[in-house]
């Protein structure tokens, strides 16, 4: 046995027929933990593919999304083609898929089906708004559910049009959702022997991450501010050149801004003098704050600020790949993809202290691995070229 230590998950082989974004990337995300996890795509490949993007030969949110893992093509509506499935999932430990609710059970891959072949199968679903009501059977998408649960409304100041937050973020925290819940049940199956079937929706990632908004009081009513904007010094301020946000919620944060800024009177001001009052006098704050903050650039209150009061300034996405704290993570990684040739990209979202994460890996072109992930699963060379021929494989 090698006294090298391994990826926590590099014995787990995934199945992954989700597409888009949540179901996906929640793959993706046990594949950085050392997952084998092998994508099943239609002969179309994942409609994400198909989105605009300005990097060439792929889309840049289908590359984002699918780190780690191969790509294997199977038409699931030929006879070939689901019964080259069901074999495949007889041998894996894991298959997610975020079909709307009724159509794996008409494919005739549903749980109680797949659990017959395989008694130790974690099968894990993802859908728009869970596997019971009367919205099971409704196709879900990050933005609709943003605008159904109150985080467009949240975003808006009083009488302003609700506003969508861009970066689906509604789709990424479902995914970590669907990662957990996968890696919870593979540790009751270490315990138990047992697979069991488990689910997640975007409905509840999105009311989830608002957990400290979706709280109501019995003495409260529907007009109570639940917005967690609690002393009206946390945000982005203009300044004589870009943005910065600011965070001064401590007293010892308080203090240090008004003094670094020049505003020592507001420290000493006894109506500002605690969270609650600061709230309330959040105007009148603000305009002060706004006119100090005019002297000077972005860049140099930041670096005026920091450490003593948090802060960062307003910068795009592109600034990260070279910020000195990202790559002193190590969340940078490099890629080569068939098509997109060599890419930057997110690399390894835990740390453990006694094993590595995997290898970082490109996402996969479209069937780019299908010849491999069959011979794996024992099929010959004949057999392959059959399935080929039929059109069950591409």
């Not at 196709?139 to 605008?147: E, I, N, P, R, S």
């Not at 302003?160 to 925290?173: L, N, T």
């Not at 009081?217 to 007009?223: I, K, L, T, V």
């Not at 930057?344 to 491999?372: V, W």
Request: net charge negative; hydrophobic share 40%; proline share 5%.
């Amino acid at each position: 046995m090698s006294d090298t230590p391994s990826p926590v998950l590099s014995s787990i082989r995934v199945l992954d027929l989700s597409a888009y974004i949540a179901g996906p990337y929640g793959c993706s995300l046990l594949a950085d933990l050392g997952a084998d996890v092998v994508k099943v795509e239609p002969p179309d490949g994942d409609n994400l593919r198909n989105y605009p993007s300005t990097l060439d030969g792929e889309c840049r949110l289908f590359v984002g999304a699918n780190r780690g893992k191969r790509s294997i093509v199977i038409d699931l509506k030929s006879a070939d083609g689901l019964a080259l499935l069901k074999q495949l999932v007889a041998q894996v430990d894991v298959l997610v898929h975020n079909f709307r609710n009724g159509v794996a059970e008409r494919l005739g891959i549903g749980y109680d089906e797949m659990s017959v072949l395989n008694p130790r199968l974690i099968y894990a679903t993802l859908s728009g708004y869970g596997s019971t009501g009367p919205m099971r059977e409704r196709a879900g998408f990050d933005q609709v559910l943003q605008t159904m649960t109150g985080i467009c409304t949240g975003q808006a100041e009083d009488g302003e049009a609700p506003q969508i937050v861009h970066g689906s973020v509604v789709d990424y925290f479902a995914a970590s959702l669907l990662a957990m819940g996968v890696a919870g049940a593979l540790y009751h199956r270490e315990r138990t022997g047992l697979g069991q079937q488990l689910g997640t929706s975007l409905l509840a990632a999105a009311l989830c991450m608002q957990s400290g908004r979706f709280v109501w009081g019995e003495r409260e009513d529907a007009e109570a501010e639940r917005n967690i904007r609690s002393t009206g010094v946390n945000t982005i301020f203009p300044t004589k050149q870009g943005h910065i946000y600011i965070s001064a919620t401590t007293p010892h944060f308080w203090q240090s801004l008004c003094r670094i800024v020049g505003c020592e009177d507001l420290a000493d001001e006894p109506r500002y003098d605690s969270v609650r009052k600061r709230s309330a006098a959040v105007k009148e704050i603000t305009l002060r704050l706004t006119a100090a903050l005019a002297s000077r650039s972005a860049e140099e209150w930041e670096r005026l600020l920091t450490p003593e009061v948090p802060c960062a300034v307003a910068r795009p996405i592109e600034a990260m790949f070279d910020h000195p704290q990202v790559l002193a993570e190590d969340h940078v990684g490099e890629y080569r993809h068939p098509s997109v040739g060599r890419y930057r990209g997110f690399r390894y979202p835990i740390c453990y202290t006694g094993s590595p994460l995997a290898q970082p890996r490109a996402a996969p072109a479209l069937g780019q691995h299908t010849d491999e992930v069959l011979r794996e699963a024992g099929l010959g060379e004949a057999r392959i070229a059959e399935l080929k021929s039929r059109r069950a494989v591409c």
